[in-house]
């Protein structure tokens, strides 16, 4: 698909998107500015929820549900990453 062929709910989509990405760069520099290892993991927990949010409106834009099970996957993966690295980090006495 052209991107000239997109009709205008496409669009927004993709924009959407886009924005989503923008917002998941600028959580980088949260991530290797972070002043406490918690901001780091919240961070990268934001990154990975945009992650999953930008492939639901890539599925939706273009009505491709293989993206929805890759999202689907992608949130699971990311959230018992960080139950992982919070166990890591309060079993290393980072927290209370």
């Keep these: 698909m052209v991107l000239g062929?997109?009709?205008t709910f496409?669009?927004?989509?993709l924009g959407a998107a886009g924005a989503f990405?923008?917002?998941?760069?600028?959580?980088?520099?949260?991530?290797v500015r972070g002043p406490t290892?918690?901001?780091?993991?919240?961070a990268i927990n934001a990154i990975g929820t945009n992650t999953v949010v930008v492939l639901a409106l890539v599925a939706?834009?273009?009505g491709l549900s293989g993206f929805l099970d890759v999202a689907l996957v992608y949130a699971l993966l990311n959230f018992l990453a960080s139950i992982a690295i919070s166990k890591f980090i309060v079993e290393?006495?980072?927290v209370l």
Excluded: H, K, N, P
């Design 21 to 31: 990405i923008t917002f998941a760069v600028v959580l980088l520099y949260r991530v």
């Design 10 to 13: 496409e669009t927004v989509l």
């Design 5 to 7: 062929q997109l009709s």
């Design 37 to 42: 290892m918690e901001d780091r993991v919240i």
């Design 92 to 94: 290393r006495g980072g």
């Design 60 to 62: 939706a834009a273009f």
